[in-house]
């Protein structure tokens, strides 16, 4: 049974800074390429931030420079840093991990975590 665990979302108030995690249950983190999306009321799911099994992290425009992803693969938790927060960060927060066997595809989501980012 794999399980993604989100926590850390919080209200905070306009340039303040936050640090979400991810834990993963089962022994798919590891070889899961992970990420972050996020949730606003009335909009629709969008990407936040990736990272590969190896590392190597992406990042959509709206958030370089002030997020950093990351994940420590020996505690199955992955990682959001949040730095100068905007108040157009609120949102819910969902952890997402894929990966393949063989052919097949899985995708794995976490109920979300709010955060809300007060002017």
């Known amino acids: 049974q794999v399980q993604l665990v989100e926590s850390g979302g919080d209200l905070v108030q306009a340039g303040g800074s936050l640090r979400l995690s991810c834990a993963v249950s089962?022994?798919?983190?590891?070889?899961?390429?992970m990420g972050w999306y996020r949730q606003a009321p009335g909009k629709q799911r969008e990407l936040v931030a990736t990272?590969?099994?190896?590392?190597?992290?992406n990042y959509a425009d709206s958030v370089k420079g002030r997020f950093t992803i990351s994940r420590d693969n020996a505690k199955n938790t992955m990682y959001l840093q949040m730095n100068s927060l905007k108040p157009e960060d609120t949102a819910v927060y969902y952890c997402?991990?894929?990966?393949?066997?063989?052919?097949?595809?899985?995708?794995?989501w976490g109920q979300g975590t709010q955060v809300t980012v007060s002017s």
């Open positions: 089962g022994s798919i983190f590891s070889s899961s390429f």
């Open positions: 997402n991990a894929k990966r393949r066997v063989g052919y097949s595809p899985y995708d794995y």
């Open positions: 990272i590969t099994s190896g590392g190597s992290p």
